[in-house]
């Protein structure tokens, strides 16, 4: 299915079964590449179409994937005259291009010398942007920091509908700003209050909301992108397609045009200074370089931004960021296995501020069904609250539709003692995480009354940050289904839990303490 504004074009099976082969083929042909990061060059109907496929999960932007990309235009397609537009794709299933290789910065000894190698990449492009061949990126997944500056310096987007696709330039959280030349593109493209809204907050953009922003073309079904960009790269060759252009209203041309621009920026900086507190280089660093420059020669523009993305690559703040987003990713390689029975339900025992925190991250962002119980109704009617209203915030901000604000309520369950109905609830959990008084005789009260209702896999995890776990486990009858959650508070600012196995633990049941997490 092709979508352009309201207009729906239903596509032939045929091309199921073509991108469906074509998949296949370059699939199959895998074994036998002629390169490392892209899959075996193409030419359709004049086109050249070139795929991504790094060695890894995820294609990634790396000084070996530049090498190859430049080889593959000098050797492939400059000295073809047949060729008369590029379209560029990923053979990923959920992703574009990921961003930046973080090692491949962190490599750099001299942060000053990733400035050459920025400006190598935008030299490469304007030399590309000369031929004037029409480039198209087809996203299909993600396509996040140096990925979706990559398909900024093509004339045309088109993005899929699958529900992993979207886009962003995230290097805020990592204490930096975008480097190849998101800065200078992106807000000509979308404008420079939305352009300062995605970086200074590293949000996701999804393909609906995208296409309406200008950031993309065209919204496409999954199976038809090849040939839809394929279509769209011709059209641009005959002028038949046309490149969108952005209309401005007037609000945004004051702001952009003239002196109230400053205006604009200084409500961003105090935006910044309320949120950050003034402890974060970065986003100062974006603003410097969309305000300084506004109005500059593009390489001049290109030259600030690297040179700024060098001077905060150089930050203990980035330093520190990276190494959170590298323990992040490697919590996830456990050689625990993998859990038995995953988990469905979750239990929270104490609606107090951490357990009410608990419960809120599991059903926000663990999309679990959850259950909370405390001893009366006024205690559970206190946590349930203080969960709504968070998320009344986030609906009121924006950061969930109407939709998943129902959704996630619907599935908050509120217990307590007084219902005789709680025991039937939780005899259908999957893990038990109690938060309640720090105290190895309470801790044992409540273990012993969990394992009289809780299925034989069910886990009692303790949120304990005192008690040794093995000491808690000399009570179960099935110790090896206990194990501690430790959680920070206030848990939903706080990404941090330690999962605490005791001698006795079973892999498992660690495996699915961590899937649980991960998953908050």
Known sequence: MLRTGNNVVLRQARLMSRASSTSTTAAAGSSAR?????????VKQGVAVIRLNGPGKMNTISQGMQK???AIFRERVLPNKDIKAVVFLSSKPDNFIAGADIDMIKAFENKQDIKALTMKGHSFFEELKKTKLPMVAGINGVALGGG????????YRVATTSKKTALGLPEVKLGLLPGMGGTYHLPKLVGYATAMDMMLTGKNIKPDKAKKMGLVDLVVDPVVLEDVCIRQALGLVDGSVKVGKRKRDWINYFLEETPLSSVMFKKARETVDKQSGGHYPAPYGILDVLQQNMGKSKREHLEAEAKKFCDLAETRESEALIGIFHGMNAVKKHDYGVPKQPVKKVAVLGAGLMGSGIAQVSVDQGKYTVLLKDKDGPSVSRGEKAIVDDLKTKLKKKKMTGHQFADTTSRLVPLHDGVASWKQHFATADIVIEAVFEEIGVKHKVLKEMEEVLPPHAIF???????????IAEGAKRPQNVIGMHYFSPVPKMPLLE????????????AAAMDVGTKQ
């Open 34 to 42: 002629t390169y490392q990061y892209f899959d075996e060059f193409e």
């Open 148 to 155: 979706l500056e990559w398909a900024l310096y093509c004339d």
């Open 461 to 471: 995890a303790s949120n304990t940050s005192a008690i040794p776990i093995g000491k």
């Open 499 to 510: 999962i605490i196995p005791h001698a006795g633990t079973a892999p498992e049941v660690a």
């Open 68 to 70: 190859e990309a430049e």
